[in-house]
């Protein structure tokens, strides 16, 4: 840690701090510098406690942390690419994963029609919630236990692997008894109750990225998911909050290289969410594509127009399969499968 | 609703959309522009389903909401300031109630010491975190249960009811035992099954505004808290993330006059979070009680240079009673006890 | 335009506003909603004065443009696409235009040297600050005319058109005089005077976006370009600004595919500027072909280590030539060349 | 500076910069810590060139100034309160003043009526636009210098000082002519050469915050003023853009205490811009004041609903009156005039 120092400050004060850097176990190094002094505190930031609370003293300036704050999602603790595994779909290899399918389970039909018809163009993972995070209270919820009940339908006739949303900590069991991939939202991408409840189930967690998360906290996030024992973490880039008002959100494609450079957990884009709009979601894709992301999750819905959520985001049949063939020359560029 | 079509829309396109309208239950008013044509949806807009879906239809260019989407929560709804009772202490009504106490629980001696100082001072209602959200799985987590009972203890000890934050589903029964108001932290603000869990405990709850929450979406938040069947809400502004970064957060102090227009319920402000720094929480104390704010939520730690969390932005004791006494003429000048 | 009135409006209030609204030019259409009522005024926004002022009127709840507020930069008013030629080079064809050179020109050798390598390695542009906008007026500000002049020199010896900042009203024919582009720096993005100035010499306009502009905003500040008889106007995305403070700006890709939906006007991407870190480079550019960028704009320079601004964003001229090397199969998956 | 270097490097590598870091004119300190070894570079920031190159080389992974990059306009350079007086009026002193007036004058009868309206009621100088920075090229521009001239004669009228808005270097004469105060509004806060001219012209200098600016940016180009021997210096918040689309702009009231902790420069507050909504000005107005805030700049128009811009934030001359009186009791509680 980096500490500096008020100017003037009295060397009886600057005693003081350096006495309880060493309490708190750092080994402080004193630099009397022009305007100010600083001092440096060498020791292990994440095994010994946090000086920060020597921001609360008057003679101190500030305090920056020199460690990083997250260890085992860091590439530096795992130099290689790690790798997820949902049934026989691997996540963070060679080959780009599709994972598609409507925001919502809204009937039988529909999620079975999907299914079949994603699995054709090419799509490996099926998504769809079964418990809607809703704005409002008077928006449509979801189907619950039924809607992972006919996922699990559409799995069997269709040998896709499931990915669904989980909402509450009380239902973590039920929906890791359906879902090959548990999701956490991006609304709740700070429950960290709901995040430990996830990773205690066993099954691999997809991690969306809060709507003003630093990029430092979402690793953080999801250093709860790996010290709970769980292997299995993705990272979900979804759209991030700004000014702009075109799109509902603005995706940020730079967390591409900067989360393959910080962490070897496999990286997913989900377009669909990030744009709010379909007309987007080609251009996005090709993008996300081409500056290494290992996952796209997208919204496809057989009938967008009568969707009961998020009927603007949703691609229709036709328009995945487009999707997939423009997406090809791209996923080769990359030099993937 | 209004829907705006596209330019050079054929009528058989415009038609197509006139029968969507009405099919979903409303009356639709066509109005035909230079550029392009816009109909106008007339109906309740809670009441029926949304048009939203129309957004997905490709002659259509925007769809905008007229109504306001939230209901209970709307002044519209309760035109008269609504309060709430925690114990004796009455918030939202001529007197402004000062919330005082440390970031987390620590021990017995810490939180009684400060329970006593506080009142002394003028604080009516006691603050203390048991359970601790904390961005690290390394950092400390608070002493829980244990946290809950010391709370209690310098309740009976101070007769100050307890406000403390609610984390997970699991707790609701156990924190409603202990607390007089249960908080729901900012990374929690969208949170739903925990907001409905907290209502459910019939307690008065106390919502903080999330990171990047829009008013329209905290209104709506706190919509899941009345149609739960409670009506102790209290809305609390701890600061918005923006792009600066001399503060942990931006406080935004103009969400009081627009929660007063909008709203019935009482406002609380948190400057300790939201300036993250305990020499500014003297100016945004005054400034909140200048606009109109009905109650104030402030970290205070009997030795803040030994906090075992957020220890740069907790009060002194001393600083404590020298803001007490600063704020008087403001409270006087706002035409507040 | 879009007027909804407030609940509970009386006849009367609602009668004056229809006269003004008829005053104003527009066609008044009435619509009797559940809550309140909804006007719409017909008539074209941009000949017509805005019936913003109709917000001042307390029976008026909001007021909303239907009309886009762009005309010329619109794709409505240019189906196809425009290009924009700098001598011998044209943006916005059929081939990816790299623009690249230093942040700043230092000396004689620094700026030929660049030059001649990033023209062998496939630039077709030579980009390279003059007049520098610098944060602190402490730090380097550019050798000013001696820049220019160093600038023509290399296109003498290279053949590249030339790229330049303009930043005062007062140096306009002095940098038109050198430049082949001029461009507008994102902290003069909605300095109209510099962009009417710049617009006026009749040289093509790069026009950055500002850190924090909305794309109407910018769309609108291009306008500006075009009102004024200049029809060489290009965008450039070049970051904006979050809370995200791992990178020093967010690169806004979707601004791509968003601008050729809005306009028929080229867009170039600056991915040096948008992240602020040359490791991240390789991956924006390729994402920015991918998605459809007709130009890129690269900071390089033959000793990044020594450079007198914006070292860490600056590529080497090995580095350069591995990015041009690694684009290429992007640029073909593109359909471009 | 601190310069933290990556993990793993080589002593010969950790011994090259060293010896830049001598070079460059500092003193460096080595310190070997845990998992990576930092270095402690002292001397003179400001007087030296920047490490900021150290930033290019591969074994360095940050590099962290101690010192603040702006001088005179910092409290450690003046630790006393620093006044600017236009005509008779002393900005920064124990009186809070009040600026109102018109966003735009618009015709003489408006600009005299306002000026004796908002004298009688209590302000102290008289704002007005002139030239106007407009989004939109289609949008009234103002009336320029004939604007100016009404505005002389105002003042003769009425005595009140004038400030209004320099819009471009060509201009500065011409406005400082008739001006008392230079306002460098938001669009422009980082046009540096705008700012030179606005402070040669020996005039007070009112600087708007741009719109996403931290106030570290906007210290600097302050400093822009005072370099160039003008000590006029005026911080004026107006509002920081965020993703809240309720209000305009979000009024960052923190940056009071900020302004006046790093600084003895007068802070100024514009809450009709800042909110964009005339509803809001009261409440905001109370809250500056209570904060600090030294002056408060206010638009007034004798018929907002007629206003040719802004019309939804100017208040009434009735709403100004009772907004002065409302004032007061806040204006004695922080124990100015």
């Not at 991408?189 to 205690?200: E, G, S, V």
């Not at 967008?304 to 997406?327: H, I, T, V, W, Y």
Request: hydrophobic letters at 40%; aromatic letters at 4%.
């Amino acid at each position: 840690m980096i500490i500096v120092l008020k100017p003037n400050v009295s060397s009886r004060e600057t005693a003081a701090v350096l006495k309880e850097i060493k309490r708190l176990g750092y080994r402080p190094h004193l630099m009397k510098g022009v305007a100010r002094s600083v001092i440096g505190a060498i020791g292990d930031e994440r095994s010994h406690q946090s000086l920060d609370v020597l921001r609360a003293w008057p003679q101190v300036e500030s305090v920056t942390p020199i460690q990083k704050r997250y260890k085992l999602v860091s590439r530096e603790a795992h130099p290689q690419n790690s790798t997820v595994r949902a049934r026989d779909v691997v996540i963070g290899g060679s080959r780009v994963v599709i994972m598609a399918g409507p925001c919502s389970v809204e009937s039988e039909r529909q999620i079975l029609e999907t299914a079949h018809a994603v699995r054709d163009a090419g799509a490996t993972v099926l998504r769809g919630g079964a418990f809607k995070p809703r704005t409002s209270p008077y928006e449509f919820q979801g189907l619950g236990e039924k809607g992972l009940k006919l996922l699990s339908k559409a799995r069997r006739e269709t040998g896709l692997p499931i990915i669904t949303e989980l909402l509450s900590e009380a239902h973590a069991d039920l929906v890791a008894e359906h879902a090959d991939i548990l999701q956490i939202g991006a609304r709740n991408a700070q429950n960290f109750q709901l995040i430990i409840a996830a990773a205690k189930t066993g099954k691999p967690v997809l991690l969306k990225r809060g709507l003003s998360m630093k990029i430092e906290e979402w690793l953080l996030a999801g250093e709860y998911v790996l010290s709970n024992r769980n292997s299995g973490l993705l990272f979900c880039e979804r759209g991030i909050r700004t000014f702009e008002t075109y799109t509902r959100n603005t995706l940020d494609l730079s967390a591409i290289p900067i989360l393959k450079q910080e962490s070897h957990c496999p990286v997913v884009i989900d377009p669909s969410q990030g744009a709010g709009r379909a007309d987007l979601v080609m251009s996005l894709s090709k993008g996300a594509i081409a500056m290494g992301a290992d996952a796209l999750l997208l919204e496809v819905h057989p009938n967008p127009k009568e969707a009961l959520s998020d009927s603007a985001q949703q691609l229709s049949l036709d328009g995945f399969r487009r999707l997939m063939a423009e997406l090809k020359p791209f996923i080769a560029a990359a030099g993937r499968e």
